[in-house]
């Protein structure tokens, strides 16, 4: 058996996300860019993921899908890099790594659907109203450097590119807190190496 680490993604999706975890952890990985459409849908990749999208990646025998999944994996799979805290302090890591990926992305991309639950209804699709997301990342998060205690961790990876991709291109608002937060992490050497080589693999501009 052996312990490969082999990253499936696309440059143009939320495999950025991943592959900064992966530039996070230093450990060496094998990359397969898939094309959408063609080698996604393709019956070798539907065996790693029956989704057929990206990211995923393969450590063994072991196959990991979802981009929260996939950071605090990698966080336990290889300790040393310390992108997780201890077990008995992981209540703000979890809390965040899944209402980023839970509340936070589904208000993001309702939002930019132009999808509003009816008066009254907000209670039934879990995260009640954008703005009410919006207010709970802000006051959590004015005032620190991180999300979870005093170390970076794979929770700032996560929670962290929804931050910067939002500011990026105006899908969350630009309030300072989230501003304030991205610009205190989004300088790290990993993230610049993973942007580094995403954008070496796309596809080239036909002139």
């Not at 999300?147 to 961790?153: I, K, L, Q, T, Y």
């Not at 700032?156 to 590119?161: A, H, I, L």
Request: glycine share 10%; net charge neutral; hydrophobic share 40%.
């Amino acid at each position: 058996m052996t312990n490969e680490l082999v990253f499936y993604t696309n440059p143009m999706s939320r495999g950025r996300i991943a592959r900064w975890m992966l530039e996070e952890v230093g450990e060496p990985y094998r990359t397969e860019i898939l094309e959408y459409g063609k080698t996604m849908k393709a019956p070798a990749y539907l065996a790693i993921n029956p989704m057929g999208k990206v990211p995923a990646i393969r450590h063994g025998d072991t196959v990991v899908t979802e981009c929260a999944a996939i950071c605090a994996y990698l966080a336990d799979a290889f300790p040393k890099a310390g992108l997780a805290p201890p077990v008995t302090d992981r209540g703000d890591y979890y809390r965040w790594l899944f209402f980023a990926a839970g509340p936070l992305e589904a208000a993001i991309t309702n939002r930019s659907l132009g999808m509003q639950a009816p008066a009254g209804k907000e209670p039934m699709i879990g995260y009640g109203t954008f703005e009410a997301v919006m207010d709970t990342l802000e006051k959590w998060l004015a005032g620190r450097r991180y999300v979870a205690g005093e170390r970076f961790s794979a929770a700032d990876v996560y929670v962290g590119s929804h931050i910067g991709f939002g500011l990026q291109f105006g899908s969350i608002d630009k309030r300072p807190a989230f501003e304030d937060y991205w610009a205190g992490i989004s300088d790290r050497d990993a993230l610049a190496r993973a942007n580094k080589l995403d954008d070496a693999a796309m596809p080239a501009k036909s002139t």
